[in-house]
């Protein structure tokens, strides 16, 4: 099978963790770990990873230098889908058989400029504040802060992606057996002039619906959503959390969950089922091959209309 494996921001570099080098590679030769069975069942992995813990402590270094030498978000986009690609694509070529292509390419998206989410930050990224910090910070910093989890973080406009403009040099790689690490942190978002030139832009686009799309685009049979969650609750956070197990399209409103998080994830796994007819998948990083079979996360599928729950 073609498998389009998204790997959450948070499943690379783990809620509290420091944002070291040292601790990102770790994470990051767990993550190729975690994808060495699917690689063994001879399926074939199209890679893409979030930034969200990256790309904000790049924002914060260059907001501490020169302000004529800040850098605006979709160049640090650029950097962190290198750092990020980088480090999977490393440790792909030290775990993997030899002789196995791997390739990182950094992927422009297009987004745009009249997307209401330019008015509406919702991606959280950076580090994790209290709120005394977080309000201290969006006062002296201009920023935009928002509650995400048991914390408060900075957070940016997510325009939704359009087109994938680097699709076909994806598609040709895939062809020709390369397992290709792309779209990373969403991709760097762009917009096209009236002459048809292309700009960056000051966003981040959310890395689980640019996954969805770039999924469709390359004919992928499985989406595969990885995070550090064991799937799609009901009620998360509550005593009556209910873990589900499989999803009929549209059984679950996007609205319904975190908007910076689990939301997107809902929304990219539902889109991707409805318009393919395949499915697609949410879960826990290291269950990704029980994933893939069923035996955990949650699925998407156009074969059902409802919801079937974990016991």
Not at 163 to 172: N, P
Request: aromatic fraction near 4%.
């Amino acid at each position: 099978m073609r498998i389009v494996v998204a790997l959450g921001g948070n499943a690379l570099l783990r809620r509290g963790e420091p944002m070291t080098a040292e601790t990102q590679r770790a994470n990051v030769r767990r993550a190729v770990a975690a994808l060495l069975p699917l690689f063994e069942s001879g399926h074939q992995l199209v890679i893409t990873h979030g930034n969200g813990p990256q790309v904000g402590l790049l924002a914060l270094q260059a907001a501490a230098g020169p302000k004529e030498g800040a850098y605006p978000l979709d160049v640090l986009d650029a950097e962190s889908e290198g750092m990020v690609g980088y480090l999977i694509e490393q440790e792909l070529d030290n775990a993997l058989p030899s002789g196995r292509l791997v390739a990182t390419l950094l992927t422009q998206i297009l987004v745009d400029r009249r997307d209401p989410a330019f008015g509406r930050p919702t991606k959280p990224i950076g580090a994790v504040y209290d709120k005394a910090e977080a309000e201290t910070l969006a006062r002296a910093r201009g920023w935009t802060v928002a509650e995400d989890g048991k914390g408060w973080r900075r957070v940016v406009a997510s325009p939704r992606p359009l087109q994938i403009l680097e699709a076909r040099v994806i598609g040709l790689l895939v062809s020709q057996g390369v397992t290709v690490i792309c779209a990373g942190g969403g991709g760097i978002p762009v917009l096209e002039r009236s002459d048809g030139s292309l700009v960056g832009i000051e966003a981040v686009i959310d890395k689980d619906l640019a996954s969805a799309l770039l999924a469709r685009q390359l004919g992928a049979d499985h989406l595969l959503l990885l995070t550090d969650v064991d799937g799609v609750y009901l009620d998360w956070g509550t005593d009556a959390a209910k873990a589900i197990k499989r999803a009929g399209v549209g059984a679950l409103n996007p609205g319904d969950f975190a908007m910076g998080s689990m939301g997107p994830k809902v929304e990219a796994a539902s889109q991707f089922a409805a318009e393919t007819g395949r499915p697609a998948s949410i879960g826990r990083l290291e269950d990704a091959a029980l994933i893939l079979t069923g035996a955990a996360g949650t699925r998407f599928d156009v074969e059902r209309t409802g919801l079937v729950f974990r016991p």
